[in-house]
């Protein structure tokens, strides 16, 4: 079965550290993997796509890494502050699907 | 592009009464998708269509729920008889052929 793990559920850190979010996917045959970010009561944001072809995104303080052959992503937020508070999803498209699979997401608090 | 656009935001009604989510997708993309998220679940997908045909319907919970996708600019998701534990955010979302995701603010659905 295709299935998308995020860890840690929650992640409290005081403003200004960087921090790493976890993704991993149980099949390295991926057509491409995203990242979403969703405040509460709205609806998801697009925040990177990363191909199958590539190894890396990057837009502004966020940076996402794909390992195909681990079967891991990271996204990578630096000198977080409290407006990154937010959940955020990773998503896998799958080779041959036209659906992508989400992961139940990361909760994450940045406090001032 | 404005993206994509649902409407009611939101929607309370009574056990029984039919209920009618509208979605606009972002012009040129040629799939549509429909999700439902809750505490409970998290995220599920319920329908998704390319080319304005249903492609998968298996998330589709019951025989109370049908989504129909008329034209490329608009779809419909309709419960009738609405029950509530049906209560949930209803989101729609759109995208090119594999390409990246985006969704719209959600429609937040309550039936008492």
């Keep these: ?112 | 592009d404005a993206g994509v656009i649902q409407s009611p935001r939101h929607e309370v009604t009574e056990m029984g009464q039919e209920v009618t989510l509208r979605c606009k997708p972002i012009s040129g993309h040629d799939y549509l998708f429909w999700y439902r998220q809750t505490m409970m679940r998290g995220l599920e997908l319920l329908i998704y269509f390319n080319n304005n045909v249903p492609i998968d319907d298996s998330g589709m919970p019951e025989d109370r729920f049908s989504a129909k996708m008329p034209n490329a600019s608009f779809s419909t998701l309709k419960i009738q008889p609405s029950e509530p534990r049906d209560s949930a955010v209803y989101f729609c979302a759109s995208s090119p052929n594999r390409g990246e995701l985006f969704f719209g603010e959600g429609s937040r659905l309550t039936v008492l």
Excluded: H
């Excluded at chain 1, 998801?44 to 992503?73: C, P």
């Design chain 1, 1 to 112: 079965k295709q299935e998308v793990t995020q860890i840690p559920a929650a992640l409290s850190v005081p403003e200004g550290e960087n921090l790493v979010l976890n993704c991993s996917f149980t099949d390295s045959a991926i057509y491409n993997l995203q990242w979403f970010r969703q405040d509460p009561g709205k609806g998801l944001t697009s925040l990177l796509l990363i191909q199958s072809s590539q190894r890396e995104q990057t837009s502004g303080r966020l940076n996402a890494s794909l390992d195909k052959s681990s079967g891991r992503s990271t996204l990578y937020i630096a000198a977080s502050q409290p407006g990154d508070s937010a959940t955020y999803l990773c998503a896998v498209r799958y080779s041959g699907y036209s659906t992508l699979t989400f992961g139940k997401g990361t909760m994450l608090l940045v406090s001032p």
